[in-house]
């Protein structure tokens, strides 16, 4: 059966889209596959990528070992919660960037202070 999508619904779209659900959970509000839902708005001229937020590319960092005991204290972390220290790592990476914490976990305010952002 074919899922029947109001104009009302595809007008939401983009407002959903901005609050941060993605084509798949957007597909399932409305009772179709996320395929179909991509069909029907590329139709109506409707793109389903977050306009404000830039493409996800991976990160790759210099090679920079942790010291014995950090990487003891990493992985003591990671395995209390659960993750791998990769998974730990970037949570805190996140955590940092989310809530702008660099001068706090620094604290080397010169350094990070003059530190612009790629535009």
Same mark, same amino acid.
């Given at each position: !059966? ?6 009302? !619904?595809?007008?939401?779209?983009? +407002?959903?889209?901005? #609050? +941060?659900?993605? =084509? ?5 509000? /409305? +009772? ?7 069909? %029907?708005?590329? =139709?109506?001229?409707?793109? &389903? =990528?977050?306009?404000?937020?830039? *493409?996800?590319? *991976?990160?790759?960092?210099?090679? #920079?070992?942790?010291?014995? =005991? ?10 209390? &919660?659960?993750? +791998? ?7 805190? &990476? ?7 914490? /660099? ?9 990070? %202070?003059?530190? *612009?952002?790629?535009?």
């Amino acid at each position: !059966m074919k899922a029947k999508i109001s104009d009302e !619904m595809y007008a939401s779209i983009p +407002g959903l889209l901005a #609050e +941060g659900y993605d =084509r798949k959970q957007i597909a399932e509000m /409305f +009772g179709t596959s996320w395929q179909s839902l991509q069909v %029907m708005c590329c =139709r109506r001229g409707i793109p &389903l =990528r977050h306009r404000d937020r830039p *493409k996800m590319r *991976k990160l790759s960092l210099p090679p #920079e070992p942790l010291n014995l =005991r950090n990487r003891h204290v990493l992985h003591q972390k990671a395995q209390a &919660l659960g993750i +791998g220290e990769a998974a730990l790592a970037t949570k805190l &990476l996140n955590m940092i960037i989310r809530d702008d914490l /660099f001068v706090a976990v620094l604290d080397d305010n010169d350094r990070v %202070m003059n530190v *612009k952002e790629d535009a």
